[in-house]
């Protein structure tokens, strides 16, 4: 178990969010997540108050934001969001695939994050099912798989890509499984895939340009926007794949790293002083663990820079398991495969899913360890814990409908 961190990302904001307010601009959208995890876990969100039905102890509890950026509220969506999956599984080699963009084209995607992330997830999509269909890898049919957007590095700095789960083989039309000729090796030739990547996503962005949909940063003409279309067609988009750990039974495992990660949890935030954060990260080419300290300021900054749009779905399923069509097509593959779908237990609520995952009832009073703990009718007095204007609390509730 990962040790708890005495700093977290709430902390940070209470220092340091209105020093950032003051001096950068942020969206109206970045403002609300921000102030909306700063009231995670506090009086201005609502709370109820708990009484134990043996000792009469009582506690108050406040409600989470359920941000899907916020770091306090991420665990149990993961491990619910995984166990839901169970029933996808495959008894098949998967394959972990990364798709990425060059730097040089870092700003046009910061000043288009809706509309290019949207590129970037069907340049994939199309990419990975026109390989499925493309005869020369001898599987002519439809690929599935599972793709999750992330944008960012270890430390915190812009870098849009996309992770995508892919079991090794395609359905056919009369829904035949066929598995990949690689023997479990490689999914795809990585310069094919690359290539073909690169294509469809610079002739989407170009058709968005074309269309007068793009937005140009300011220090960016009409003409620098040509020259930099012309230089991405001479480079590589890195993309890789590698075989996924174990066997199928980890492979959500793995993917729950991927899922609903953020960019950067409470337990990596190491100190916290008046100006700086101090924070761990992982250096990739030495795979050596670092520790970084950097202006608290900038911090939060760069946090905000990773907030996704409004009601962008950062997880999309394709294929043969896209949603509309995901129980039919699983149902033909195991024919073919003459294997049983996997036994998923359903559970009714997340303290029932809590208590058999864990071992620990989350409504057992950790005092007395008899008693459950159960709504008090006395509702709990309203703290200040926060001093924020009522525009401010109303609009980081209306993020948690609409996130």
């Not at 972990?96 to 290019?116: A, D, G, W």
């Not at 990660?261 to 050596?288: A, E, G, P």
């Amino acid at each position: 178990m990962k040790p708890k961190s005495e700093v977290g990302i709430k902390q940070v904001l209470h220092r340091f969010l209105p020093q950032l307010l003051q001096k950068h601009h942020l969206s109206g959208h970045q403002r609300s997540i921000l102030k909306l995890m700063q009231l995670c876990k506090t009086s201005a969100l609502g709370g109820h108050k708990e009484m134990c039905n043996s000792c009469h102890h009582t506690k108050i509890h406040y409600n989470s934001c359920g941000n899907r950026h916020c770091p306090n509220c991420q665990g149990v969506n993961k491990e619910i969001w995984i166990h839901a999956r169970l029933k996808d599984l495959l008894p098949v080699t998967y394959f972990h695939t990364v798709f990425t963009i060059p730097s040089e084209l870092y700003q046009l995607f910061s000043y288009n994050k809706r509309l290019l992330y949207s590129c970037q997830m069907n340049a994939v999509r199309q990419t990975l099912l026109a390989l499925g269909h493309d005869p020369k890898h001898d599987l002519n049919g439809q690929i599935g798989g599972i793709c999750i957007q992330h944008t960012w590095t270890q430390q915190m700095t812009y870098h849009p890509h996309i992770h995508c789960i892919v079991p090794a083989g395609a359905m056919s039309k009369q829904g035949a499984w066929t598995s990949s000729k690689g023997k479990g090796n490689f999914l795809f030739p990585v310069r094919v895939m690359s290539g073909l990547y690169k294509g469809k996503l610079m002739a989407m962005i170009h058709e968005q340009f074309k269309a007068g949909q793009l937005t140009l940063p300011k220090s960016m003409s009409t003409q620098d926007y040509t020259k930099l279309k012309r230089l991405m067609y001479t480079k590589g988009f890195n993309v890789y794949a590698k075989k996924a750990f174990g066997g199928p039974d980890q492979v959500l495992e793995y993917l729950g790293r991927y899922t609903h990660k953020i960019c950067i949890s409470n337990h990596r935030i190491l100190k916290m002083t008046k100006t700086h954060v101090t924070f761990r990260y992982t250096d990739r080419k030495k795979n050596q663990l670092k520790c970084k300290t950097i202006c608290g300021v900038k911090f939060l900054k760069l946090f905000a820079e990773h907030i996704l749009p409004k009601r962008f779905v950062k997880i999309r399923h394709i294929g043969f398991l896209a949603p509309r069509f995901k129980a039919r097509n699983l149902k033909s593959i195991r024919k073919h495969l003459k294997v049983c779908p996997p036994e998923v237990i359903e559970y009714k609520n997340t303290r029932e899913f809590i208590t058999a995952t864990t071992g620990m009832d989350p409504h057992l009073f950790p005092n007395c360890h008899k008693g459950a703990m159960v709504i008090s009718p006395h509702p709990p007095a309203c703290g200040s814990f926060i001093l924020m204007s009522r525009m401010d609390i109303d609009s980081a509730r209306a993020e948690i409908s609409q996130s």
